[in-house]
């Protein structure tokens, strides 16, 4: 199937070749005919998939008739949960319409400036992508009018929802036209996500796919360790070790991030956080630093770090454990961009398993236990928590993997030789997972 093929106008399907898209996803082969059929979608898809195409194709196709409606507003809205995400969205949109020549966007998004936003409002809009507070912000002060609405777009619905946005979000629609058509992508359809998307939606097409392979693979380890400390000289050893070009650190908290990014910059990475109290202007420059490489090591909190699409970052750390399963798929996600292959390590406590086994549950596979050479936990989890017996292997059931280049501790001895910090004999049990990407 071809881009030609679902009915896009040429304007739109020229910028897509240049852009390198040959033929679409998926996720947008479905969804693309289906909504500019006109129908409400339900679409289940990851962070990887081309979910944006797939909801701003249309979206363009709308844009390249004539509105018939009057006022400035916005004829199609995105809502995202993030500013990053929405500025990608934002970015994308250009791209994709960069041959329609008066495509107006605007981009509302927290911790940026009212006024720039403000300016943007006061000329016609064709397309908004916004985060539903600051949004909310703006229709408060009476600076939005819906009345030429065609089409709403919930982006990551799920995880707008587990952000507390639900109110937010049932505000901003009931301001919209009832003849809209409405679009909501997420990663579930189930649960509170489900019940939204009934309320919002008519007679809605359900579109769910399967995970699909972007072409990268992202190579899963799950590492445990002792305590904090020994987390800590885990993370030196891989960063020493790994040959990454560049990682996504994640850790639990905003003022953790900070710590840690202070830490690996005295150590001598070019080290940066990216969290969400961090002023707006200073993240986007952040990941500009990131994009262009002169960050290597980014540590960063859950929701910052949604929407990063850098193809370059080929390591994802996960420090401490995301607090929500799903999120672990959006953390690794992180690398194995754009068909590169990634890697993706886990650090645990020990004491720590059962979190460990929530994410396997979310996930229905294991992830690989693997061990550094001398610097095992001297506590192992409970049998099945987590831990991949091998049968056949070795008696502590751990087995020997060849060593793949980019794994950050296979055949390879700890750097200075040994620390000395676990007493019992070094073991060169590493297990590594070649999982498939997972969004
Ligand atoms: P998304 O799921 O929207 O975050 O898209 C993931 C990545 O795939 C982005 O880097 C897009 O630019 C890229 N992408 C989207 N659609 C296509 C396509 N049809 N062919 C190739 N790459 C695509």
């Known amino acids: 199937m071809q881009f030609t093929d679902l009915g896009l106008a040429p304007t739109i399907t020229r910028a897509l070749e240049e852009a390198g898209y040959t033929s679409p996803t998926p996720v947008q082969g479905e969804s693309i005919p289906a909504a500019l059929a006109g129908n409400d979608l339900l679409v289940s898809a990851q962070t990887g998939s081309g979910k944006t195409a797939a909801f ?110 639900i109110e937010d979000i049932e505000t901003i629609v009931a301001a919209t036209p009832a003849n809209r058509q409405t679009v909501l992508f997420s990663a579930t359809l189930d649960g509170t ?25 992202i190579e899963e380890h799950l590492l445990y360790a002792d305590d904090q400390r020994h987390k800590d000289r885990l993370l030196e050893h891989i960063l020493k070790e790994a040959g990454f070009d560049q990682a996504v650190i994640f850790t639990a908290t905003k003022i953790g991030s900070e710590e840690l990014a202070d830490k690996l910059a005295d150590q001598g990475y070019s080290a940066a956080c990216l969290h969400g109290d961090m002023p707006q202007n200073w993240r986007n420059r952040t990941l500009n630093d990131l994009r262009r490489g002169r960050i290597r090591v980014l540590v960063a909190t859950d929701v910052a770090a949604r929407g990063i699409d850098v193809p370059t970052i080929t390591h994802v750390i996960n420090y401490d454990l995301p607090k929500q399963a799903e999120d672990y798929v959006h953390r690794i996600g992180r690398t194995g961009r754009a068909g590169r292959d990634g890697t993706a390590i886990t650090l645990a406590e020990t004491r720590e398993f059962h979190r460990v086994r929530r994410i396997e549950q979310y996930l229905k596979r294991q992830i690989n236990e693997g061990v550094i050479e001398g610097m095992e936990p001297t506590r192992r989890p409970p049998k099945g928590g987590g831990q991949r017996r091998h049968t056949g292997g070795k008696p502590d059931g751990q087995r020997r993997h060849g060593s793949g280049s980019g794994q950050p501790y296979a055949g390879r001895k700890p750097s200075g030789g040994g620390s000395g910090y676990a007493k019992r004999a070094p073991r060169s049990a590493n297990s590594s997972s070649r999982a498939p990407r997972a969004d």
């Not at 979206?59 to 993030?82: A, C, D, F, M, Y």
């Not at 007679?203 to 990268?216: F, K, M």
């Open 56 to 165: 701003l194709l249309p979206s363009l196709q709308k844009l390249t008739v004539k509105s018939e409606g009057r006022g400035n507003g916005p004829r199609i809205l995105v809502l995202t949960p993030t500013r990053e995400l929405a500025q990608q969205v934002e970015k994308n949109a250009l791209e994709y319409g960069k041959n329609l020549r008066w495509l107006r966007t605007a981009c509302l998004v927290g911790g940026a400036s009212f006024g720039f936003q403000t300016r943007a409002l006061s000329r016609p809009v064709d397309l908004m992508v916004a985060t539903p507070g600051r949004l909310m912000d703006h229709m408060r002060q009476g600076r939005v009018d819906f009345s030429r609405l065609e089409m709403l777009v919930l982006d990551e619905a799920d995880r707008m929802l587990d952000m507390g946005f």
């Open 193 to 217: 996500v489900g019940k939204l998307a009934e309320k919002l939606t008519r007679q809605p097409q359900r579109i769910e796919i399967a995970r699909v392979e972007s072409g990268g693979q």
